[in-house]
C-alpha cells in the first residue's frame, strides 16, 4: 500500500485479510464464556457520555473478544495491520481497544444508525483514529445489513464497505457510518478501533 496521508475522509480496504476458516473460528467464540464473557444487545454512549441501551439506535448482539492464547492470532493479525495503516497513513497510533463480535440478526432485524466512533470522552488521553471492520459472513446469507459510510457530511457520498468473507474496512473514526436492518439471515462483522494521542 503506496503513502498516503492521513485525512478525515480516509477509506480504504484490503481483501481476504481473514480465511473462511478464520472467520468461521471467530464467529464461534460467541459460545466461548472464556473468549466472550457476555454476548449481549448492545449498549451506547448518550449524550452524557454515559452507557444505555437504545434499540432506536443500535439493535445487535454484541460481546468483546478476551486476549488469549486462542485469540493472540487474532490480536497479532490486526495489531499487523494497525502498524501498516498508521505508517501508510503517517499516522500517530499506539493501541488498539478490545476487538469486538457483533451480530446483526434479521429477528430483530438488527441495525445500527448513522453515528461516529469518536467517543465523547478520551480513555487513557487515547482517541479513537481508525474504525475497522472485517465482514465473517457470506454474503449470500443474509440481505440488508449493509455496512455505509458516508464520505461526506452532507450525506452525498455514501460508500458501501465490501460484502465478500473475510474482507477488512478502514476509515476515518470520524467519519458517520451505519449498518441498514438485517431482513434475512444473520451477518457476523468484527470491529476494532486503532487509537492514539489526540490529534495536533
Known amino acids: 500500500m503506496s503513502k498516503k496521508p492521513f485525512n478525515i475522509f480516509s477509506i480504504g480496504g484490503i481483501k481476504n485479510f481473514l480465511s473462511l476458516d478464520e472467520c468461521l473460528q471467530v464467529i464461534s467464540y460467541q459460545n466461548n464464556k472464556n473468549i466472550i464473557r457476555n454476548f449481549i444487545n448492545s449498549s451506547v454512549i448518550d449524550s452524557n457520555n454515559q452507557i444505555t441501551k437504545d434499540n432506536k439506535i443500535r439493535n445487535t448482539n454484541s460481546g468483546f473478544i478476551e486476549v488469549s492464547k486462542e485469540t493472540e492470532w487474532l490480536y497479532e493479525r490486526l495489531s499487523d495491520f494497525s502498524k501498516m495503516i498508521s505508517q501508510t497513513l503517517d499516522l500517530e497510533t499506539n493501541e488498539i481497544e478490545p476487538i469486538q463480535l457483533s451480530r446483526y440478526s434479521e429477528i430483530e432485524r438488527g441495525f445500527y444508525r448513522n ?10 488521553s487515547q482517541i479513537r483514529k481508525i474504525s475497522v471492520s472485517v465482514q465473517l459472513t457470506e454474503s449470500k446469507e443474509y440481505e440488508g445489513g449493509d455496512l455505509i459510510i458516508l464520505k461526506h457530511h452532507d450525506n452525498l457520498q455514501k460508500i458501501k464497505a465490501d460484502r465478500t468473507i473475510g474482507s477488512l474496512t478502514f476509515f476515518s473514526s470520524l467519519l458517520n457510518h451505519e449498518v441498514t436492518p438485517v431482513t434475512k439471515g444473520n451477518r457476523y462483522s468484527l470491529v476494532a478501533w486503532i487509537c492514539g494521542p489526540k490529534f495536533k
Do not use: A
Open 115 to 124: 453515528h461516529v466512533d469518536v467517543l465523547p470522552f478520551h480513555r487513557n
